[in-house]
C-alpha cells in the first residue's frame, strides 16, 4: 500500500508551520531536494507540490520572501551542481541565469496554503506545528481520514513520545520523530526516532532522505525529550539548582552569573547554560519539562525559579534576525550584560558586581581556551585533558564547580544510556557535538 519508491514520496508534500521557526527551514530543506529531483533524469515529467501550510496567513508572504533568498543564497554555493542539472538548457549561460532558473524551479513547486486541505493529496507530511500534543494529534487524525494515499507522517517534535502521538492519531506506524536542530538548514544533525510499529520501508526512506539534505543522523529511542533535550533539560534545571544553592551565600543574581561563567568560560562551551535557556526560550524549555515531566517516574523535571521568571514575563527567545532577546540574562550586541532580578524586577548589569564573583571563583586555569579557539584547535583532546588536570589540581570554587558541572552531564550521559535512550556513547557525544556545538562530548574520560 505504501510502496513507492524515494522520488514518487517526495513529488507531494506538506510542511505543517510551515511559517515557524522550524518549518521555514525544513520546507526551504525539502523544497531543494524536490527541486533537484525533478531536475534529475526521471524527475522532469513528474508534478511536484510542496504544500507551505500554517495558520498565520499573516505571515506566508514574508515566508515565500524568506525562501527566496534563501534558496538564492543556497544555489550561488552550488553553482557546479546546477550547471550539471541544467546541462540541456542552452539557453542558460551566466551563473546568474542558472541560479535565477534553480530560485524559481524550487518557488513553482511550493503553495503557501492556510487550510489542512492541502495536506489531504500529500504522501508524506511534515509537522512542525507548536509543542502540544492535543494539536498535533489532531491534525494529524484529520489529515489521516481525509488522505486516501496512506501518508507518512515526520514530525519534528522535540518531546513528545512518538509512540503515542502513534496509537491517539491510530496512524498504524505511519510516524517517526524526524528531530531537526534549530535552525534546520545549518545546523548537521537530525535525531531520528523510530518506533517498532514503522515499515523497514519507512526508516530506509527518513535515512535516505536526511543523507540527501546532508545531515549527520543519530538514532533516538522513543523516550520523551530523546537525547538532544534529554541532556539538555537536566544540565539546565543542574545549573539553575546549583545557582540556587550558591544562592545562599550571595545574591541569585551573582549565582546566576558566576554558573553561566562556569559552564561557558571554565567548560568552554559556545555559551552558558542560562544563556542557553534564554536562547531556546524560557518558556520553551520550561514548557519542554512540563511535556517531559509526566515520562519521568523517579525523577522531577521542574523549576521553580523558571516559572517565577516566566510569570514576569522573562521569556528570552531570538529576533527575526537571530540576536538574543532579553531573558534571565540581558544582551547587548550579541554579549550578555546583566541579570534579571526577580528582587528589583529589573536587570542589574554586570559591571556592578561581576568582578566580586570573578575573584570569589578564582583565577581561571591558563591552559583553558575560549570554546571558538578549542574548536578549532588539531590538539583539542589533549588540551581538554590538561584543563581537567588543572582544575582537579585547583582548590577555587570556580575549579570545584566546573569539575563537578562537568561530572554531572557525563552522569547525564550515562543515564540516556542506562535508560536506553541512546544506544551507544558515541550517539550521546555526536549530538551534543553537533547539535549543541560542545567541543568535547559529555561522556569522556577527563573528568573522572
Ligand atoms: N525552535 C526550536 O529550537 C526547535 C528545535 C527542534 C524542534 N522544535 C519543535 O518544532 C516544532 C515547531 O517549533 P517552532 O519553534 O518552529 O515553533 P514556531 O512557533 O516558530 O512555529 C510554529 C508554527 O506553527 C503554526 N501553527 C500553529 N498552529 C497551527 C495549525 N493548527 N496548523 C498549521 N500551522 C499551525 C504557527 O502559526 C507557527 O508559524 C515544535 O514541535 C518544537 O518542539 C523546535
Redesign the pocket.
Known amino acids: 500500500m505504501n510502496s513507492m519508491d524515494y522520488t514518487e514520496r517526495l513529488t507531494n508534500v506538506t510542511v ?2 510551515a ?5 521555514s527551514g525544513i520546507l526551504l530543506l525539502l523544497g531543494m531536494e524536490m527541486a533537484d529531483l525533478k531536475l534529475k533524469p526521471g524527475g522532469e515529467n513528474r508534478n511536484f507540490v510542496l504544500n507551505a ?4 496567513s499573516e ?1 506566508l508572504p514574508g515566508l515565500m520572501k524568506y525562501l527566496r533568498s534563501q534558496v538564492l543564497k543556497a544555489a550561488e554555493k552550488k553553482t557546479v551542481l546546477l550547471r550539471q542539472l541544467y546541462a540541456n538548457r542552452r539557453d542558460l549561460i551566466e551563473n546568474s541565469e542558472v541560479i535565477e532558473a534553480y530560485v524559481n524551479e524550487v518557488l513553482e513547486l511550493v503553495r503557501p496554503v492556510t487550510r ?1 486541505e492541502a495536506a489531504y493529496d500529500s504522501h508524506l507530511i511534515f509537522e ?4 502540544n500534543t492535543e ?1 498535533k494529534t489532531k ?1 494529524f487524525k484529520q489529515i489521516d481520514a481525509n488522505n486516501p494515499h496512506h501518508p507518512w507522517f515526520f514530525t ?4 513528545i513520545p512518538i509512540g503515542g502521538l502513534n496509537s491517539d492519531a491510530k496512524l498504524e506506524g505511519r510516524i517517526l520523530g524526524f ?4 535552525p534546520p538548514a545549518v545546523q548537521k544533525l537530525v535525531e531520528i526516532i523510530t518506533i517498532p510499529e514503522n515499515t523497514e520501508e519507512m526508516v530506509e526512506f527518513a535515512e535516505q532522505l536526511a543523507s540527501n539534505l546532508r545531515k549527520i543522523v543519530v538514532k533516538s529511542n522513543d523516550v520523551a525529550g530523546f537525547i538532544g533535550n534529554g541532556h539538555f533539560m537536566r544540565d539546565a534545571l543542574y545549573g539553575i539548582a546549583e545557582a540556587e544553592r550558591l544562592s545562599k551565600d550571595m545574591p541569585l543574581h551573582q549565582a546566576i552569573y558566576g554558573i553561566n561563567k562556569i559552564s561557558q568560560d571554565y567548560l568552554m562551551r559556545p555559551m552558558g547554560i542560562f544563556q542557553l535557556i534564554d536562547y ?1 526560550g524560557v518558556d ?1 524549555v520550561r514548557f519542554i519539562m512540563m511535556v517531559m515531566n509526566p515520562y519521568m517516574e523517579e525523577e522531577d523535571l521542574h523549576s521553580d525559579l523558571l516559572d517565577q521568571l516566566y510569570d514576569k514575563g522573562i521569556k528570552g527567545g531570538q529576533n527575526a534576525d537571530g540576536s538574543q532577546k532579553n531573558g534571565i540574562l540581558q544582551y547587548e550586541k550579541g554579549r550578555a550584560v546583566g541579570v534579571y532580578s526577580l528582587e528589583k524586577e529589573d536587570y542589574i548589569p554586570f559591571s556592578d558586581f561581576a568582578a566580586k564573583t570573578d575573584e570569589w571563583l578564582g583565577l581561571l586555569p591558563s591552559v583553558v581556551m575560549p570554546w571558538k579557539n578549542l574548536v578549532r584547535s588539531t590538539n583539542k583532546n589533549v588540551v581538554v585533558e590538561t584543563v581537567f588536570a588543572a582544575y582537579k589540581k585547583c582548590d577555587d570554587p570556580g575549579c570545584k564547580l566546573a569539575l563537578d558541572y562537568a561530572r554531572r552531564s557525563r552522569e547525564i550521559g550515562r543515564q540516556l544510556l542506562e535508560t536506553h535512550v541512546a544506544t551507544s556513547s558515541d550517539d550521546v557525544n555526536t549530538v551534543l557535538m553537533t547539535g549543541f556545538f560542545h567541543a568535547y562530548g559529555p561522556i569522556n574520560e577527563f573528568v573522572i
Open positions: 505543517l508551520g511559517a515557524g521557526k522550524m518549518g501550510m500554517d495558520i498565520s505571515a489542512l512542525a506545528v507548536a509543542e494539536l491534525i519534528n517534535t522535540s518531546s528531530h531537526f536542530y534549530n531556546v520553551v
